[in-house]
């Protein structure tokens, strides 16, 4: 048995979204506008099949695979959204799953860090891929299972209003993004990315919490 756990197109990758991705990504980097599909399975090996299967179905680029015992996740992109969305479509096919079939993300936690210390800000940026946080900025903490939605709600954050991405990690059990600025940009990106989040339909994960 395969199970699908993430399963999410993005029309259009933000500017600093796209960047993050490069310092990540061990594989093709994508850049600004393009549109990319994600897809997290389990167990983790079997993405390489996948991975096989929508490189041949379509014109995509493969920027991201992570294969763990448990999960496993492929991120593809192209200047087509056709395209992205056509690769994701082979691996439904090969599933023989639909886009139902998805787990529906689950905010765990959600944190606002107002007017944040600069030794803490500090802490943050010895870890972070992108930005940095600065003293007296708001930071606004996400922890959502499955873990490849992290790279969806952080495009949306950057689409949503002015603020930083911090860090992304979209991988593994649970996944976290962290983004920064003035309180009220970060408040407005807050609302827009559970908002959306809640609005992607799916099964319920199982499972417990760490």
């Known amino acids: 048995m395969i199970d699908l756990r993430t399963y999410i197109f993005l029309d259009s990758l933000q500017y600093q979204m796209a960047s993050f991705l490069a310092t990540v990504s061990k594989g093709y980097f994508p850049v600004a506008e393009q549109a990319c599909m ?29 294969v763990e015992r448990l999960f496993g996740l492929l991120e593809v992109h192209s200047d087509n959204q056709a395209d992205a969305r056509q690769a994701g479509a082979a691996i439904l096919k090969e599933l023989g799953l639909t886009e139902e079939d998805r787990m529906k993300p689950r905010v765990l936690t959600s944190q606002l860090i107002k007017n944040i210390d600069d030794h803490h800000a500090q802490l943050i940026n010895k870890i972070r891929y992108g930005n940095m946080v600065l003293k007296g900025d708001t930071l606004y903490v996400l922890e959502i299972e499955p873990a490849g939605y992290a790279y969806y709600a952080a495009n949306e954050a950057e689409k949503a209003s002015h603020i930083n991405i911090i860090n992304v990690s979209g991988f593994g059990r649970f996944g976290r993004i962290y983004i920064a600025g003035k309180e009220a940009e970060v408040l407005i990106s807050k609302e827009i990315v559970e908002s959306r989040l809640a609005s992607v339909s799916g099964k319920e994960p199982e499972g417990q919490e760490e």
Do not use: C, H, M, Y
């Open 38 to 66: 994600i897809v997290e399975i389990s167990p983790g090996i079997e993405i390489n099949r996948f991975t096989d299967i929508a490189l041949k179905a379509t014109n995509v680029t493969p920027g991201i695979q992570i």
